[in-house]
């Protein structure tokens, strides 16, 4: 990544030399040109020097989106400083272990998430964004940051629940932006408008981000907002954005979807799970094509990559690897399979995590010789495309949100409304999958499923509550005592519980 230069608020620099009077960034009205995006990255740069912050230190934002989140990515850049974004709809709970697990040294939030912040942070500096008072015309911050300096610190739950940061480069954020140019071939004339949350990389790193290192324009939302999208589609004239199923889904069921004006887009990206043909089917009738990206937080996360061109022809496929990543299918003792046959999909390239954050336990288990183990299990065809047969890690994504089980199963433990209990994922037609207790309870005693989802509630955000609860006699398991919970889904699937 040599071309890179300093860091990446360079690429801001160059635009705003080339096209300074361009469109960036829209949010709700206001519009930024490329040069008055680089006078703010050198201010938000300079101001965060003045408070202190030195390379390496780690600066949160909470909030909904709004353009200062891609400031602070650029900023960071510049001084050699990591940022780390808060999913704004975890409990001040969550975000304090995770403000705590990285040591963070500020916490900047959006005004209506200030109580929140302070209530999570524990003693660290946070400061509200209208707060946030510096000149634009000021002469720059020195570069300090380079390419190879940690930039975005993504958490991530793992398998044990306990959520881990996926340390990822500015030379990462390059090359996943390189991989983003192949899959949408952006130029300065592109309109992207972007709706899905900044705080998951896929929102930040699929398009909105590397858009922008493209010269292109983004139009920003604050919110997913289904009838907004359509009319800033016929307004606003977008030639790409992305979706999850959930809000695929929710478009197309828009009663104003058939009467607009969709001309402008050159097609439309989903990822963070399988899209079943029926939520796509009803763009492709219209003329819009949707591809599919394949990744995860660690991989930046563009990995693979379906092109609209060629995706109604092949609409169970992810794709191919994209053009810096490299993949393989491996059995449990990481050796190739055979194209066809089933096993974990490992992912190679420039922009995978450098590491998980503090943690060289889990970074030595999940990265072998340069190889991402993704925990997702998958197969290859004859022609080379990738497909997602199942989840290694049991994760379930529901509406574009990671969800693990472990996590739910940790509020469950203890209870006494039942003998046991874990947690699966099912598949559901708008949000893609959504999370489900399967308890066992002794002959006679009462199964109050009520009391069971109450639980949840406090522990953990809304969103991941289980929606309903399955009893069963006793949960099936292996000679080592381990729940067998592709049998639990199977099951589900053949409606036997």
Known sequence: MTS??????????????????????EFEGEQTSYS??????????????????EQGDRVAWLGPNHPFALELVFA????????????????????????????????????????????????????????????????????????????????TSGTTGTPKGALLTQSALMANAINSFHCHDFTTKDRVLTFLPLFHVGGLNIQTIPALLAGASVLLHRAFDPGKWLRDVEEWRPTWSLFVP?????????????????????????????IPEAVTRPFFERGIPV?????????????????????????????KPATLCSLR?????????????????????????AEYWRNPEATRESITDGWFHTGDIGHVDEEGWVYIDDRKKDLVISGGENIYPAELE???????????????????????????????????????SEAVLE????????????????WVDALPRNVMGKVLKHEIRDMLKDKKL
């Not at 230069?5 to 960034?25: C, E, F, K, S, Y």
């Not at 999570?120 to 500096?125: E, K, P, Q, S």
């Not at 299918?329 to 974990?344: A, C, F, M, N």
Request: proline content about 6%; charged content about 20%; aromatic content about 6%.
């Open 4 to 25: 890179l230069g300093p860091n990446i608020a360079t690429w801001i620099d160059r635009w705003a030399g080339h096209q300074p009077d361009a469109l960036a960034v």
């Open 36 to 53: 008055q995006l680089a006078n703010k990255i050198g201010a938000l740069a300079n101001w965060l020097v003045e408070s202190g912050i």
């Open 76 to 155: 960071c850049s510049q001084v050699g400083a990591i940022t780390l974004p808060l999913n704004s709809r975890l409990l001040p709970s969550e975000h304090r272990w995770i403000l705590e697990d990285a040591e963070v040294n500020l916490v900047v939030s959006e005004d209506s998430f200030c109580e929140a912040a302070l209530e999570a942070a524990n003693g660290i500096a946070v400061q509200s964004l209208s707060s946030l008072v510096y000149p634009l015309k000021s002469k720059p911050a020195e570069h300090k940051g380079n390419s190879h300096d940690p930039l975005l610190l993504a958490y």
């Open 246 to 274: 959930a809000t695929l889904d929710a478009v197309a069921k828009h009663p104003d979807f058939a009467t607009t004006d969709l001309s402008s887009l050159n097609g439309l990206m989903a990822g963070s799970s399988t």
């Open 291 to 319: 591809g599919q990206v394949y990744g995860s937080t660690e991989t930046a996360p563009t990995a693979v990559i379906m092109r609209v061109e060629q995706a109604e022809q092949r609409p169970t496929s992810c794709g």
């Open 329 to 353: 299918i491996v059995d449990d003792e990481g050796h190739d399979v055979s194209r066809g046959q089933t096993g974990e999909l490992w992912i190679k390239g420039p922009n995978i995590l």
């Open 410 to 448: 940790n509020v469950l433990a203890g209870s006494a409304l039942f003998v046991e209990a874990t947690v699966v994922g099912i598949p559901d037609d708008r949000w893609g999958e959504i999370p489900i207790v399967v308890a066992a309870q002794d002959s006679g005693k009462a199964q109050d």
């Open 455 to 470: 639980l949840f509630t406090g522990q953990v955000a809304p969103f991941k509550v289980p929606k309903k609860v399955f």
